[in-house]
């Protein structure tokens, strides 16, 4: 026996004034006017036999019988979204939509990029360098890594990495100013890329809050204190993600053995719509492996990082223990 539906129409105008809480709000969104909802609404309350709404002042409430149906209708809805996202966005071609943390971007994403090019040579990617959360919901993305808390809801999202933040300057500025001791950074401009808080907690964990401070620039992001550093503007506070390539590459050395790790962290997100659309999955199954590719790699040279300081340390020890040969007179 075929069951029967209600009519679509008047389930997708039940959908957006739910969510709206209003009446025009939802008309807004349909393309549609205040009336047309409003009849939508009571033809769907008419096939159902229910009240799905009461109004309370300005704003309209659901009903028991309407906070029942909304949460199948609000899935079915995004069932149908994903399904027509997979079905129109191919696997591996078209073209995607990417909105980036600016630091990230520039000193992790865009090195890598050929490595995404040589596995999908079909695939068109447009960048946009931005930490607004704004754009999960933006309809001219599609997939944003974004540095936060990840507190943002209504969408998909998972952590992609932690961070940890330490002093990073130009080569040139560490030869002709050096940091011998944390005491130096008093001597030094102190590049900030938030209000403070980060070259805090770092000064923190190195016991020099009282630190006698000389002058210091703020800029709107870390890919601008990190460039003014480059420069030889100051010192900034580097993470494991965006300098480790300049570390390698000595365009940037870290004078302090001292890592705190970052409040926040970075995120891959997008909406739950999109989610299923195979080309974005393409993307985001590429991001996490290049990660763990750099992970792997990473690994060994710290260990050997560790193992040269150890012997050093080890070396040290002996040297202060050992004997000293008496003085000839």
Not at 38 to 58: K, M, T, W
């Amino acid at each position: 026996m075929t069951r029967r539906l209600p009519p679509l129409n008047p389930l997708r105008a039940f959908e957006a004034t739910a969510r709206h809480g209003s009446l025009t709000r939802a008309a807004g969104e349909l393309n549609v006017t205040h009336g047309a909802i409003s009849h939508q609404i009571r033809a769907l309350e008419a096939s159902l036999d229910v009240r799905l709404f009461e109004r309370i002042g300005q704003r309209l409430k659901l009903t028991p019988q309407g906070a029942e149906l909304l949460p199948a209708v609000s899935s079915a809805f995004e069932n149908i979204a994903s399904a027509t996202a997979r079905m129109t966005r191919p696997t591996s071609s078209g073209a995607l939509s990417v909105s980036c943390v600016p630091a990230l971007l520039s000193f992790w994403l865009i090195p890598r990029l050929g490595s995404f090019t040589a596995q999908f040579p079909e695939i068109r990617l447009t960048f946009d360098a931005s930490n607004d959360p704004l754009a999960i919901r933006s309809p001219d993305i599609d997939v944003s890594i974004l540095y936060g808390d990840g507190n943002w809801t209504d969408c998909w999202l998972k952590r992609w990495s932690h961070l940890e933040l330490f002093p990073v300057l130009s080569p040139t500025l560490m030869n002709n100013r050096p940091l011998r001791t944390i005491r130096d950074l008093g001597s030094h401009v102190m590049l900030h890329a938030d209000d403070g808080r980060e070259w805090h907690q770092w000064l923190a964990a190195a016991d020099a809050l009282d630190l006698s401070r000389g002058p210091q620039h703020h800029f709107s992001d870390a890919r601008l204190g990190i460039e003014a550093a480059m420069h030889g503007h100051g010192v900034a506070l580097g993470d494991t993600m965006t300098a480790a390539g300049l570390l390698a590459k000595g365009q940037l050395v870290a004078p302090f053995n001292l890592a705190v790790p970052a409040a926040d962290a970075f995120y891959v997100a997008c909406s739950n719509e999109l989610r299923g659309a195979p080309i974005v999955g393409v993307f985001i199954d590429w991001l996490f492996a290049q990660l763990a590719e750099d992970d792997a790699r990473a690994e060994p040279q710290a260990s050997a990082r560790r193992a040269i300081r150890r012997s050093s340390d080890e070396a040290r020890a002996k040297r202060k223990s050992a004997p000293r040969a008496p003085k000839i007179t």
